[in-house]
């Protein structure tokens, strides 16, 4: 018989449903079926793991000789772990049926989808395409201590892009979103036009020059800058690992006291997750509060290794028979005081940059990199020429200390962040005025 | 699942379809990583998915599941999904049974799927590592799989590949700088666990103390992994079928045309004896072949499944990959680029390992502007000071036009086999 310390069951299961359509044709249409268990050991040494494409949980033969196979794999680690005693539970759940939506027909739904990339069918675009998905997942965990907890949630998007074309010159846009629960198609039907419409303006824009510059983020490219720059560096096994440059940095001013970052597993955004995937009430953790270095994001694994004392558990997420690592989930910059005019305005010379096309960060080095959709240049405090393929990269440590303005209105966007797994993850800010950043481009202007 | 419920499956899709295909995937694979340069967990898996087609009247149904007992439901899905799904234009049916051309499955009857055996490769990264001991290895981790594909259809193609792979990934900080190498391959002789371990801590270890750069042109010389990860990946959005056909491409009407400067070709030769994904059939059972992509310069093909190709009125060209809901996608399986080869390092140059960022670059136009990590300003082959920051921007097209030198030696990544890659005059900004 194996040592066991503690053992849970994580068993996923859900149906996801897709339409694709390409110039006005539905290219494909489906859905697919996915169960998998995760049985997870904690030896004498550390963990062993064993993952079962799919089982009845009333089967306890089965369990136990799953549970057993786990516990040989943990047989074989030598790096002793302890667990930290943290609330289970959800006790914030959100009901967020999609019983409508699941039995809205998948014709109807395809009707409207092609209704909204029809509507992309604008003068000088020469390519549209659309994609509509809905997932259905039930999560059932239990542990070796009695406790047992179930959770079933709906996620749902589309994307919608664009090809503008005229002589040589394409050019290319995307609208995105994704949300916890239905999606009416019907009232994003504008997303179509819109997207198409900046797709052509796009063919008009002029590749930035680079350079140090102020910078202004929109919401946008904001939360991804809080993601990459801060919450990555946040996650308490970079810290454990000692691979993060605010490790150690608890209590110390790491930027601007204009900087508020929370990462909020409860919050009702695309990252939303009733319990983490270890079982763990979730809530939000302020890991920057006010310019200090506040918290870190933790698993219960992480929160014993780096300090009972230094963040909150509840962080961990993992793909269905994946083990559990610390993520985000749903993670912005706190909202400010400033009008969007005063901060344009206080920028003088320097850019805007406009939606992500998504950013990567070194938490070690502490170097980041993300790129904008599009944006402008600001000249005498006010926004000037449209500028395409600009992109933002910094020191996580100095970036954070020129963070001069933040804006009054936040907004969050929707996406995937892969870190080995890839996870659903929502990011905001308000507009954040940078007094120096470091601007990637390759043109003229 | 036995090949008999395969048989089952098609013949079950039979009553209802025009054809049926089943795409089945059968694996054991264990991964054992480490922290504090010991095993922290050991990870098994089992299992098996099914990916399935269905044609009815032109119409191509898909679904797919990781739990083998639902295989009647993914077809009654795709059954209904197809009723959906506008007819495809020149359907030309699955493939058929065909002559498959010689040569080896990418399998490897030493790996097994043991934790000693990853255990000792483990062991073999640290002591690699160990050679540059200011640099701390913060993780590693060794992944071993074997496994089987079948493709089957009711055209009467039933193939079988096995498959086999070891993956090896280790990461280390000197300070704040951090290095990291991985490799994966079919083959147990093919990776070196020793030299993983020394590149990963000797980036970390020279990477310290980096200089602030000036902003302004260098010339430039790409690693394996900045090749792989930004030129050939934009490179193949180009010249995928899918794209061409839906107007995404830079390449669109481009056929026969001076693409890229004179002296570079690229092809896809998908039993390259330094590949690591050999395919004598792709995911859907067509009989793949080298591919010329680029010759001299002139566009001379694109890559296309059966599906896209019907579409553009050519055939397949053997490029299907399998999608997790049951489509295909289309993807290379050994790119090959030739240009004018010489040693890139031997005169002045900024040699960039890693990007931060490649992702991010826009794939319809090739522009990028990235992070540079593991960047060293040379000299006659050898690194004279790293560089702290700096980002690089560009146009892969324009690169690709304007003529490269490559490197003789290459790395061998899923996909590619790839030499590092001199380029003239490319914009730094420090």
């Known amino acids: 018989m194996e040592t066991i310390r503690y053992y849970d069951i994580r068993y996923v299961r859900g149906t996801v449903t897709s339409i694709q359509t390409e110039n006005r044709v539905i290219e494909n249409a489906g859905s697919s079926f996915y169960g998998k268990a995760l049985f997870r050991v904690l030896g004498e040494n550390g963990w ?15 369990k136990d000789a799953c549970i057993q196979k786990a516990a040989a794999s943990a047989r074989l680690a030598g790096v002793h772990a302890d667990i930290a005693d943290v609330p289970l539970g959800s006790p914030r759940s959100w009901v967020c049926s999609a019983k409508e939506q699941a039995e809205t027909p ?5 009707a409207q989808l092609l209704l909204l990339e029809g509507s992309a069918k604008i003068p000088e675009i020469c390519s549209t395409s659309a994609r509509y998905s809905e997932q259905y997942q039930d999560v059932i965990f239990e542990d070796c201590n009695g406790y047992s907890s179930s959770s079933s949630v709906c996620r749902t998007l589309f994307t919608i892009s664009a090809v503008a074309n005229r002589g040589a010159d394409m050019q290319m846009n995307y609208e995105q979103e994704a949300v916890v629960g239905p999606l009416s198609l019907k009232e994003y039907l504008p997303y179509g036009e819109k997207c198409a419409k900046r797709a052509v303006e796009l063919l008009d824009a002029s590749a930035v020059s680079g350079g140090r510059m102020p910078a202004v983020l929109d919401p946008a490219i904001g939360g991804v800058f809080a993601h990459e720059a801060v919450g990555h560096a946040s996650e308490g096994d970079a810290v454990r690992d000692g691979v993060s440059v605010l490790a150690g940095k608890l209590g110390e001013r790491v ?9 909020d597993p409860s919050m009702h955004g695309y990252g939303y997750e009733p319990f983490d995937a270890e079982g763990v009430a979730c809530g939000p953790t302020e890991l920057i509060k006010n310019g200090i270095m506040h918290k870190y994001m933790h698993s219960r694994e992480t929160l014993a290794a780096v300090g009972l004392d230094t963040g909150d558990a509840g962080h961990a997420r993992a793909e269905p028979g994946m083990q559990p690592l610390v993520r985000m989930s749903n993670t912005y910059i706190k909202e400010g005081d400033a009008s969007y005019d005063e901060i344009i305005a206080e920028c003088r010379k320097g850019v805007l940059l406009i939606g992500s096309r998504g950013g990567q960060v070194d938490p070690g080095r502490g170097a980041f990199q993300f790129n904008a959709k599009y944006g402008y240049l600001i000249e005498n405090g006010e926004t000037a020429k449209m500028i395409r393929d600009v992109s933002l990269s910094g020191d996580i440590l100095s970036v954070l200390h020129n963070i001069a303005l933040c804006g009054k209105e936040r907004k969050m966007s929707s996406g995937m962040c892969g870190k080995g797994q890839s996870v659903p993850v929502s990011d905001g800010a308000p507009h954040v005025y940078l007094t120096e950043a470091l601007v990637g481009g390759g043109g003229n202007v | ?19 049926i295909e089943v795409f089945m995937l059968d694996y054991t694979d264990i991964s054992l990583e480490q922290r504090e340069m010991a095993v922290s967990s050991v990870f098994e898996h089992a299992g098996s998915s099914i990916y399935l087609r269905v044609v009815k009247d032109n119409r191509i149904g898909i679904s797919g599941t990781s739990d083998a007992a639902r295989w009647k439901d993914c077809v009654d899905v795709a059954l209904s999904s197809a009723k959906l799904s506008e007819p495809v234009p020149g359907w030309t049916g699955f493939p058929a049974k065909a002559a498959l051309p010689d040569g080896r499955d990418p399998f490897d009857p030493d790996i097994t799927v043991t934790p000693d055996l990853a255990a000792e490769y483990l062991e073999r990264m640290n002591a690699g590592a160990a050679k540059h001991p200011e640099a701390r290895v913060v993780t590693g981790g060794v992944s071993l799989s074997t496994g089987t594909a079948v493709i089957a259809n009711s055209n009467d193609v039933h193939y079988t590949r096995q498959i086999s792979g070891i993956s090896l990934g280790m990461d280390a900080i000197c300070e704040n700088s951090t290095g990291y190498d991985y490799d994966s391959s079919p083959f147990l002789d093919r990776v070196d666990p020793e030299k993983i371990g020394e590149e990963t801590t000797f980036w970390a270890t020279a990477s310290r103390n980096g200089a602030n750069v000036e902003t302004k042109k260098y010339d430039v010389v790409f690693s394996e992994h900045v090749v792989a990860s930004l030129i050939l990946d934009l490179f193949t959005e180009a010249v995928n079928g899918k794209n061409v056909l839906s107007g995404k491409s830079v390449f669109v009407g481009k056929l026969g045309e001076d693409v890229l400067h004179p002296s570079v070709s690229i092809s896809d030769v998908p039993m390259d004896p330094a590949g690591s994904a050999w395919k004598r059939f792709d ?23 059966v599906k896209t190709a019907s579409q553009a009125k050519t055939t397949s060209t053997g490029h299907a990959h399998r999608a997790g809901n049951g489509a295909t996608y289309i993807h290379p399986h050994c790119l090959r680029i030739a240009a004018p080869v010489s040693d890139v390092m031997d005169k002045p140059c900024l040699f960039v390992r890693e990007v931060i960022g490649a992702h991010t670059a826009n794939s319809l136009t090739g522009e990028f502007s990235v992070e540079v990590a593991n960047a060293f300003f040379a000299e006659s082959g050898k690194f004279v000071s790293p560089v702290k920051k700096a980002m690089i921007s560009g146009n892969v097209f324009d690169i690709l036009r304007s003529g490269v030198h490559i490197s003789a030696e290459t790395k061998t990544f899923d996909g590619s086999v790839v030499p590092k890659m001199r380029i003239d005059s490319m914009q730094v900004i420090g």
């Open chain 1, 106 to 110: 998948l014709e109807e739904k395809a």
């Open chain 1, 48 to 62: 062993g793991y064993y993952c079962a494409s799919s089982i009845d949980m009333d089967d306890k033969k089965l």
């Open chain 1, 255 to 263: 930027g601007s006291s204009l900087v508020t970052i929370i990462d």
């Open chain 2, 1 to 19: 699942m036995s090949e008999l419920d395969i048989d089952r499956i098609i013949s079950y899709g039979e009553k209802f379809a025009d054809e």
């Open chain 2, 283 to 305: 995911s859907e059972g067509t009989v793949t072949s080298d591919l010329s992509i680029v010759q001299n310069g002139v566009l001379s093909a694109f890559m296309y499944d």
